[in-house]
């Protein structure tokens, strides 16, 4: 994975210009901190492809297929099990490198490779997820947001399409659906970000009283707001957003929201069985 990573980081070492001389991805250069992004070069991600693109893919399409779909299979063996939870930035680069195929959403990609890429990315934590979401949301990122939904977006109307769901296996338990959903809950908040803020706060929801507020036990009847962990790391609220990046309408499904069975959705979502749920 890390072998992926390494011919797109930069250089952390100052180089050596002439003077007057400019970098040409200057303006997409993140300065390197303790803290700091992941330091993947989008921009030299992108001129990469494209020349790789350029010759005919029936030279390497196998092999890049191939290499996503062991890729994937490795994610899914050490990110469960994974020690160390806060340090995951190879996961990231390796994310967003692979979202960068131009190809993605088309052929034994979205049939093969896409998939097996989103059934990794359900083991995603909160802090990566909103490592991606900035990343995805800043100047030199965002210019890729539409092509990733698009894929995202295609990836699931073809599984609906050609999936035989019934009562006994409705949508909610198709993990390829369910994994590409999550991701584009990740493009969501990324949109947000890139968008137009009214606020940096989040909003305090007044908790629904399901008793009358003068009985003594009033408060301890009171439902608990809903507070999502992606949300809450990134310290947003959809309510903050006066403008998005993309319309909003762009990430509505039709075909998924036909398909969901609305009752389960909603009995998973005040469960605590942590089942998937469109309304989250």
Known sequence: MNNLTFHFRKNQ????????????????????????????????????FTALFKLKTSIFENALVNALVTLAGNLQVQLPTRKDKDNQDDVVNVLLI?????????????ETGLPAICRASQWLTAGVQAKLAKIWSSPFGRSSLRNILENLQQLITLKVIVTQFDRSFI?????????????????????????????SSIPEELPISVVDESHPSAKAHKAVPHIDPL????GIHVLNCRKPYLPFEE??????????????????YKSELGEFNKVN
Do not use: H
């Open 171 to 199: 949508v909610q338990d198709e993990n390829v659906i369910t994994s590409a959903t999550k991701l584009i809950k990740i493009l969501y908040y990324a949109n947000i970000l890139a968008g137009v803020l009214e606020s």
């Open 251 to 268: 990430f509505y499904n039709e075909l998924l929201s036909d398909a969901v069975e609305m009752d389960r959705d909603f009995a998973n």
């Open 13 to 48: 070492r100052p180089k050596q210009r002439r003077k007057g001389e400019k970098d040409k991805d200057e303006d997409s250069c993140v300065e390197p901190s303790k803290n700091s992004l992941p330091p993947v070069d989008l921009p030299a991600v992108r001129r990469a």
């Open 98 to 110: 692979v979202f960068e195929i131009p190809a993605l959403g088309s052929g034994d990609f979205l």
């Open 231 to 234: 949300a809450d790391e990134l």
